[in-house]
Antibody, heavy 119, light 107 residues
Framework: QVQLVESGGGVVQPGRSLKLSCAAS????????MHWARQAPGKGLEWVAL????????YYGDSLMGRFTISSDRSKNTLFLQMNSLRPEDTAVYYC????????????WGQGTLVTVSS | DIQMTQSPSTLSASVGDRVTITCRAS??????LAWYQQQPGKAPKLLIS???NLRSGVPSRFSGSGSGTEFTLTISSLQPDDFATYYC?????????FGQGTNLEIK
């Protein structure tokens, strides 16, 4: 069965970097578009980034201002999110999610990893 | 960016009630719309894709409709597990924006 397991979250000071991982099992990354979304404490969902299944397309949310980079390691079937120049407003639970079986809808989600940006 | 606006933000209802949540897009998104349910402390769960395609395993009391700029999620007879927060999301263009959420609470 499909499983997504995020890791790499934690407490980080403003201006520092953090790299999140999403280990996928039950499918291969080349079969699905992969996304990151986030949810600030007590707030709604925000789409963060896409990496297409061909790895030829990457898109990012407007608020990220070029600070985040989505990538993958196909040999490890793992998705990454490199986050630089972190700000307090980046504090959120970060989820990886797939578009595998639908044309509109994140059909599988990880459990999320919490990133806290604070001095 | 396409803005997605859900109404109401909070909905109070009872078990057995029929409820409808509306999602409006700031421009036409055709049928590129999904609905999710999120329980507290959990990841969202896909209920409906492409406006009206019920995800496998989702109870048939959930249904979706609409096209263009106005969409609805209907729960025909509320069950205790349905009290949660619901989000719509458009997949028409980047960024793939979400609605602000509708908190469905027990009356």
């Amino acid at each position: 069965q499909v499983q997504l397991v995020e890791s790499g979250g934690g407490v980080v000071q403003p201006g520092r970097s953090l790299k999140l991982s999403c280990a996928a099992s039950g499918f291969t990354l080349s079969d699905c578009d992969m996304h990151w979304a986030r949810q600030a404490p007590g707030k709604g969902l925000e789409w963060v980034a896409l990496l297409s299944k061909s790895e030829s397309i990457a898109y990012y949310g407007d608020s990220l201002m070029g600070r985040f980079t989505i990538s993958s390691d196909r040999s490890k079937n793992t998705l990454f999110l490199q986050m630089n120049s972190l700000r307090p407003e980046d504090t959120a639970v970060y989820y990886c999610a797939t578009v595998c079986e639908t044309s509109s809808g994140f059909d599988f989600w990880g459990q999320g990893t919490l990133v806290t940006v604070s001095s | 960016d396409i803005q997605m606006t859900q109404s109401p933000s909070t909905l109070s209802a009872s078990v057995g009630d029929r409820v409808t949540i509306t999602c409006r897009a700031s421009q036409s998104i055709s049928t590129w719309l999904a609905w999710y349910q999120q329980q507290p402390g959990k990841a969202p769960k896909l209920l409906i894709s492409d406006v009206s395609n019920l995800r496998s395993g989702v109870p048939s009391r959930f249904s979706g409709s609409g096209s263009g700029t106005e969409f609805t999620l209907t729960i025909s007879s509320l069950q205790p597990d349905d009290f949660a927060t619901y989000y719509c999301q458009q997949f028409y263009s980047f960024p793939y924006t979400f609605g602000q959420g509708t908190n469905l609470e027990i009356k």
